[in-house]
C-alpha cells in the first residue's frame, strides 16, 4: 500500500492524498490560499494514475475546491461525501471561482467543470458502511468541524483512519465519532503541540469584542465560524452595547444548515434558529456601510484572511481610524491580507487583535484520539500543520506514545 502526500502535509491547505492500495483514489483536494489565488492542481496531475474514486472529508476550500479542475482534466469517477459536503462543496467551488473574477486572475478551471464535479457525487449519511470501489469499504463518521464534516474510516489493505478537519468542542456539530481502531491514522496538525483551552478562548473573545471603543469587525467565514461568533455574541447580549451587523451569507447559510438537521446537535437547532430570527442581528446593507460605521457597531462579514468580500470592504472604512478594532480569530493563510496584519508586514491605525477561537483538535485532543483508535496503529500522519509546527506535534505525541509517528511534506510517499 502507498500514500502519497500530494498537499496539506507540512501546510495547511491543498489538502490531498492519494492512496494506491486494493483501489486506487484520492481524500480531498483543496487549494492553499493566498490572496485570491491557489497553487495548486497541477503538479500532481502530470503523473495521475488512474482513479478509482474520490473521497472528500468535508466542505471546506482547502479540501475540495481544486476538484474541478480534476474533472476538467478528465477524471470521470465518483465522488463520496455527506449530503451536507456536496451541497456547499458547489458553494464553496462557485466562490473560489469568483474570487479569480475579483482579483481580475484567470481563474483555474471553467465554471461549468463545477456543475459536472456536482454530477460526479455520491452521496452517503455517516455510519453506513459502503464499496467505494475494488473491495475498499468506507464509513464516514461525524468529524465535528462543519456542517457534514466526515472522518473517513477506510478499510483497504490496511484500515486507515483520516481524520480531516475535527473538533471536539463546536456548538452545532455532533461530537467526533471514535469508537474504531485503526492502523494509520491521519491526525490533524494546525495547533501543533499548543494547548487550546476552549473556555479561555471564548472569554478572552468577548472580552476583545466588549472592549472594542467604537467599530469592531470580525473577519469570519460565511459558513461555520461565522454561525459560531454569532452564537457566541448571542450568548453574551447582555454584555454587549452596540448594534451587531452580520453579512447576508452567513444568515442564508445558518438557514441552509438547518435544512440538515440530522448533520447537528439536536441543541443547536433552536440557536441557529434564535440566530435566524434575532432582532439583534441585523443584516449589513453594503450601500449604507459609512452611516452604519459613523454610528459604531460590531460587524460579522466574511472572508476570514481578508482577502475579499464585505469584511474587506469594511476593514478599509476602519482601519484608518484609532478608536476601531479588527479581531481576527482564524487561521490567516501566508500571503492574505490578514497575515500580513498578524505578522505586521502591514500597519493600520485601528486596533489589530488576535483572538483565536478553537476550530481543530489541540494536542491534548490529538492524544485522546491516539489512545481511543490508535494505540495499536502502525503510522499516525500528521497533516494539517504549518511547520515547525506539524513536527512539534510529531515530536511531542512521539514523547507519550512508542509509535511511528511522522510529520511528512508535499510530495512525500509513504510505502507500507
Ligand atoms: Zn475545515
Ligand atoms: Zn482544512
Redesign the pocket.
Known sequence: MRLKCLGGFGEQGRSALLVEGKSCFLVDYGVKKTVGEGILGELPLKNFPELDFIVVT?A?Q??TAMLPLLVEKGINVPIYATPPTKEFTITYCESWHKNYEIHRLVPPYDKQSIYELEKLFVTKPYFQEFEAGKGTLITFFPSG??VGSAIVYIKDEKTIAHFG?INFNDAINPKPYLDFDAEIGIINGSYGDKIMPKELLEKKFIENVTSGRFNVLIPSAALGRGQVVCLLLLENLSKIDKEIYISKSIIENTKRVLKYPHYIKPEAIGMLNKLVDSPYFKIIDESKLNDLIEKGAIFIAPDAMLSSGPALKIFNLLKDQPQNKIILSGFLAPGTLGRKLAEREVSINAVLSLSELKVHTDLTDNKFIINKTLSNAKLILIHHGEEPKSTNLANKLREKFNLDIRSPHFGDAIIF
Open positions: 468535508h471546506h482547502d479540501h468541524h462543519l478537519d
